[in-house]
């Protein structure tokens, strides 16, 4: 149910738009509407501490290494993006993807989480919950029937839940939600009227007292269009987020430690012309 509702978003806003919104210039390479979606393959790494300020309690753990959470994982990923204005240099952008993973172990080493001790030898249940909400605007100051160049500024939205539990110790959790502003640039070439190349990048950093967020995300795809509203598309795609807080200097962080998550990865995608 939670990874229909993306999808039922991008129904909503597409059904809102007038039917004329769709029309476009047939000699421009620059669609109107697209949306995209595809299987993504992710190597990943994940890094957490979680401790009481002050206390020195709790220490960086590699989740795939101390518990055991799978280093690759395939996830769905959905994105759609859409130029207003007569000029078409307007672009709203939007993507969405969640990665889920858990795990049991047995710990090869002491641990600790938020100033609980999980001794070397016990059994614990892991899991991390990973989403990606983007929305951004982008505008294009150079754009002729070959290059588009634009700049833009957005948000990325993370839902972050993290938690370890062991029989007679207890339950470890984290929830939290990074609202993180980036700033973006993004390239789009059309090397013939069916191959594209395409590459953005975004990123952010801030800090705020005792809150520190920074944000890179970069992706680099090969479009091949073989019929007028449909194509396909071939991307790599790298990513890190760092969140480290002592508190609540920051909307919706109200946590004590640090997360680290990071990925590179593949993506096969198809993808909606209009």
Partial sequence: MKRAIPVLLLVMVVAAFPQNAFSADPDSPWETFSFSFGGF????SSDVRIGLEGTGAGVDINLEE??????????????????FGKS?????EFSWFSMNRDASKRLGRDIVVDNVTYPVGTDVNSFLDFQIWKAAYNYSFLQDDRVNLAAGIGVFVMPIKFGVNAAGIGDTQEDITAP???????ADFALTKKWFLRATTDLFYLKIGDFKGAIW????????????NFGLGLAVNGFKVEVEANGSDYPNVDFVGNINFNYTGLMLYGKLFY
């Fill in 41 to 44: 393959i992710a190597d990943v």
């Fill in 66 to 83: 101390a518990l055991g959470l799978n280093a690759s994982s395939t996830v769905l990923r959905l994105g759609a993006t859409y130029r």
């Fill in 88 to 92: 078409r240099r307007h672009q709203a």
């Fill in 180 to 186: 993180l502003p980036v700033i973006g640039l993004r």
């Fill in 217 to 228: 995300d970069s992706s680099t795809a090969v479009e091949y269009k073989p019929w007028k």
